[in-house]
């Protein structure tokens, strides 16, 4: 079985910054996309950043030029670096990845339990 584990949420100011982690535990063969999904009260699900095993990211119009998306592949962990917070960025923060656990099983779509991540004065 695959697990994936966030940590690094909080309370943070606004113009302040944190980063999350996310590692990746279990039968993996290989992480074919990484990322970070939020989900703020009443809103639905939106994505927040990717990245590909070949390195190309995206990145949602709101969070552009604040947030990063990084891996360390030798330990399966990927993070977001979250700068210039803004009150409108509270969120549940999930990480998600498409990881095929042995070379001739299909890819299948993972989903971690979620951190809180609060920007407030």
């Known amino acids: 079985q695959v697990q994936l584990v966030e940590s690094g949420g909080g309370l943070v100011q606004p113009g302040g910054s944190l980063r999350l982690s996310c590692a990746a535990s279990g039968s993996i063969f290989s992480i074919n996309v990484m990322g970070w999904y939020r989900q703020a009260p009443g809103k639905q699900r939106e994505l927040v950043a990717t990245?590909?095993?070949?390195?190309?990211?995206n990145y949602a119009d709101s969070v552009k030029g604040r947030f990063t998306i990084s891996r360390d592949s030798a330990w399966n962990t990927w993070y977001l670096q979250m700068n210039s917070l803004k009150p409108e960025d509270t969120a549940v923060y999930y990480c998600?990845?498409?990881?095929?656990?042995?070379?001739?099983?299909?890819?299948?779509?993972?989903w971690g339990q979620g951190t809180q991540v609060t920007v407030s004065s």
């Open positions: 990245k590909t095993s070949g390195g190309s990211t």
């Open positions: 998600n990845a498409n990881i095929k656990r042995q070379s001739w099983m299909a890819p299948y779509e993972y």
